[in-house]
Structure formats: C-alpha cells, structure tokens
Nanobody, 126 residues
C-alpha cells in the first residue's frame, strides 16, 4: 500500500512559480511510474505530467501541451518524493493538483492508476 501526500500549493500571481511535492509512504516509489493531474472547478481531471520509473523507463517524462516549456516533473526515489516545478503560471493553471502512482512502466492515466493523493490547491490570481 502506498500513501501519497501532496504539498506546495498556494496563491500566486500570474507569471509566478510554485513547486509541488508528492511524498510517498508505506512503500517505495522506485517501481512506479508517477504523474501529476489537475482538476479545475466544473472540469474533468486532466493529465499534466508523467515520469517513468528510473529502472524501467530511464525517468522518461511526458508533459501536456498546455504546460510544455513551463512545467518540469522530476522524482527523487531516495526521498520517495515526486515534484512538479511550475513556472510562468497563468490563471488557467488554477486547479487542484493530484499526484498518482502506477506500478510498472506506463504513465498513470485517469483510468489506470494504483494510488492517488488527496490534492493540493493552486490558485493563480492577481
């Protein structure tokens, strides 16, 4: 069993930056592909970024088109922690952000994830 806890959300002005963290407990993340998702009010949860496990996929990453060039996903398996570095934030980035874990090589999807965190709120507003 894996428990995921996100942190680092908050209120930021447009153009600002935030770094989200997702800490895992209960079991190591080294064999899991990880991902970040977000859900804005009244909208469907969407994929933001994914990272493979180092041993299987070499830490390959994938980003949604809407965040390419602005967001970076990374992981530190020694700390059992997943990160999302967010720069040049826009009001449309406002959402609850969730991390997810999927055992194996493939990135988590909305329908294929073994564990989810409870989310952290990110609000971009002046």
């Amino acid at each position: 069993q894996v428990q995921l806890v996100e942190s680092g959300g908050g209120l930021v002005q447009p153009g600002g930056s935030l770094r989200l963290s997702c800490a895992a407990s209960g079991r190591g993340l080294s064999s899991y592909a990880m991902g970040w998702f977000r859900q804005a009010p009244g909208k469907v949860r969407e994929f933001v970024a994914g990272i493979s496990w180092i041993g299987g996929g070499g830490g390959a990453t994938k980003l949604a088109d809407s965040v390419k060039g602005r967001f970076t996903i990374s992981r530190d398996d020694a700390k059992n922690t997943l990160y999302l570095e967010m720069n040049s934030l826009k009001p449309e980035d406002t959402a609850a952000y969730y991390c997810a874990a999927r055992l194996g090589w493939n990135f988590p999807t909305l329908d294929e994830a073994d564990y989810w965190g409870q989310g952290t709120q990110v609000t971009i507003s002046s």
